[in-house]
């Protein structure tokens, strides 16, 4: 079954304390990206990733890092955590842009983390 | 920069009844998704659209983009109330990185 799988679903956390959420994706697509969900804001990119070892900031990256040191995995990096940080999470992963057979963005299930 | 604007932003109506849910973007995309999004879920591919004139139709839902106009539209045909949810498009600019740009969705109930 084609997924993309997020862990934890539910984190809280202390200021300033290092976490990660994981993402991974069993499609085999090279693009895969991180999205915070907040009240009124809508759905806004944090961090996106073309392929392996290739990533670039989206709309909102202040505070947050990533990876992608391997195609199916994609892990969201909070270094020093800030309550402002407190959101709803959702890892995507597509098919490349060349591609014509599948063009869905699917989303994992997210990862309401609040930061106290 | 790429803006995605949903009208409304929150919508009660009574089952039986049809809506029509606007979905307008700034710039040229070659790619405009609907979502849906049920309270404290994940989001759940409905269309994507991917030509001008496309139009697709699942149950009672119908979706349609035109985009010379930059307009989308998200059609519920006499709505029951099983489709109460949040309603999201999003916008691939056309020529740029994958990433979507959402509009704010809307916030669709629907009473008995």
């Known amino acids: 079954e084609a997924q993309v799988t997020q862990n934890p679903r539910y984190l809280i956390t202390v200021t300033g304390k290092k976490l990660t959420v994981t993402c991974s994706q069993n499609?085999?697509?090279?693009?895969m990206s991180w999205y915070r969900q907040d009240p009124g804001l809508g759905l806004r990119q944090i961090y996106y990733s073309m392929n392996v070892e290739v990533t670039d900031k989206g709309d909102v990256p202040e505070g947050y890092k990533v990876s992608r040191k391997e195609k199916r995995n994609f892990p969201l990096i909070l270094e020093s955590p800030s309550p402002n940080q407190t959101s709803l999470y959702f890892c995507?992963?597509?098919?490349?842009?060349?591609?014509?057979?599948?063009?869905?963005?699917?989303f994992g299930q997210g990862t309401r983390l609040t930061v106290v | 920069e790429l803006k995605v604007e949903q009208n409304p932003l929150f919508l009660s109506m009574q089952e039986g009844k049809n809506y029509t849910i606007y979905c307008n973007y700034s710039?040229?995309?070659?790619?405009l998704y609907w979502y849906r999004q049920d309270p404290g879920k994940s989001l759940e591919s409905l269309f994507v659209?991917?030509?001008?004139?496309a139009v697709k139709q699942e149950g009672r839902l119908m979706a349609s983009l035109d985009t010379k106009a930059r307009l989308s539209t998200l059609h519920i045909t006499a709505a029951v109330h099983d489709l109460s949810a949040t309603y999201f498009c999003a916008v691939r600019e056309g020529g740029g990185a994958d990433g979507l740009t959402f509009g704010k969705g809307t916030h669709l109930i629907i009473q008995p």
């Open positions: 499609m085999n697509h090279e693009y």
């Open positions: 995507a992963s597509s098919s490349p842009r060349q591609g014509t057979a599948n063009t869905e963005a699917f």
């Open positions: 710039t040229t995309s070659d790619r």
């Open positions: 659209l991917l030509s001008n004139g």
